[in-house]
C-alpha cells in the first residue's frame, strides 16, 4: 500500500525566503504526481502535475521535482511572499483508481 | 459549470442524523470520486465511481456510508446515523476519463460535516 510523508508538518519563515518542501512515497510504481494547495476551509487548488514520464515541472516561482527511484519529490518556492502562506499537499497516482494524500505541511510566510 | 461543486458547503449535524452530500462533477467526466479529510490531516479515498458503476468502495469507514450515481453524473454520499468522529470535510472529485493513473483528478471546494 502506497504512504506518502510530508516533512515539515509545519514551516514558517520570513518574506523572501526560498523554501523547500519534502514528499516521499513507499511505492516507486508511482505515476504522476501533483502538489496543491488548501487555504484555510477552501478545497484543493492544484499547483502542479509531474506526469510520469517527467522529471520536473515549473509553474512563475514554484517548481516540482520527482525522482521515483529514491521515492521523492520536493516543491520549491522562490521569494516567498504571505501570500503564499497555506497547507501544501502532495499526492500520488498509482496504478489503482485513488490518490493517495501525504498529511501536508503548513506554511506560514510572516511579512 | 465550469468545476466541481458540491453542496451544501457546510453541514452541521446532531449525532445520530442522517446526511446527504452532493457533488455535481464537470459536465462530461466519467469518473467521480469521494475522499474524506479530517481535521490536520491529508484527504483519504473513500469511493470511486465509473459512469453510474461504483467499482471501489474500499475507503468506506463503516456500512454506516452509502455514495450513489443513479445517472452516470451527480452523486450522493449519504451518512447514517451520524457519530462525531464522520466530522470532517467531505471533498469529490472527477476526471474526464476512465479512472487511472494518468487521468487528472479535479477537485470540489468541499462539505465541512460538523457532527455535535
Known amino acids: 500500500k502506497q504512504e506518502v510523508t510530508q516533512i515539515p508538518a509545519a514551516l514558517s519563515v520570513p518574506e523572501g525566503e526560498n523554501l523547500v518542501l519534502n514528499c516521499s512515497f513507499t511505492?516507486?510504481?508511482?505515476?504522476?504526481l501533483q502538489w496543491f494547495r488548501q487555504d484555510p476551509g477552501k478545497g484543493l487548488t492544484s499547483l502542479l502535475l509531474i506526469q510520469s514520464s517527467q522529471r520536473e515541472q515549473t509553474s512563475g516561482r514554484l517548481n516540482a521535482s520527482l525522482d521515483k527511484s529514491s521515492g521523492r519529490s520536493t516543491l520549491y518556492i522562490a521569494a516567498s511572499q504571505p501570500g503564499d502562506s497555506a497547507t501544501y499537499l502532495c499526492?500520488?497516482?498509482?496504478?489503482?483508481?485513488?490518490?493517495?494524500f501525504g498529511g501536508g505541511t503548513r506554511l506560514m510566510v510572516k511579512p | 459549470g465550469a468545476g466541481v461543486s458540491q453542496s451544501p458547503r457546510y453541514k452541521v449535524a446532531k449525532r445520530g442524523q442522517d446526511v446527504a452530500l452532493r457533488c455535481d462533477p464537470i459536465s462530461g467526466h466519467v469518473s467521480l470520486f469521494w475522499y474524506q479529510q479530517a481535521l490536520g490531516q491529508g484527504p483519504e479515498f473513500l469511493t470511486y465511481f465509473q459512469n453510474e458503476a461504483q467499482l471501489d468502495k474500499s475507503g468506506l469507514p463503516s456500512d454506516r456510508f452509502f455514495a450513489e450515481r443513479p445517472e452516470g453524473s451527480v452523486s450522493t454520499l449519504k451518512i447514517q446515523r451520524t457519530q462525531q468522529e464522520d466530522s470532517a470535510v467531505y471533498l469529490c472529485?472527477?476526471?474526464?476519463?476512465?479512472?487511472?493513473?494518468?487521468?487528472?483528478?479535479?477537485f470540489g471546494p468541499g462539505t465541512r460535516l460538523t457532527v455535535l
Open positions: 511505492d516507486s510504481a508511482i505515476y504522476n
Open positions: 472529485a472527477s476526471s474526464l476519463l476512465l479512472a487511472g493513473p494518468n487521468n487528472e483528478q479535479f
Open positions: 499526492a500520488g497516482y498509482n496504478a489503482g483508481n485513488m490518490l493517495t
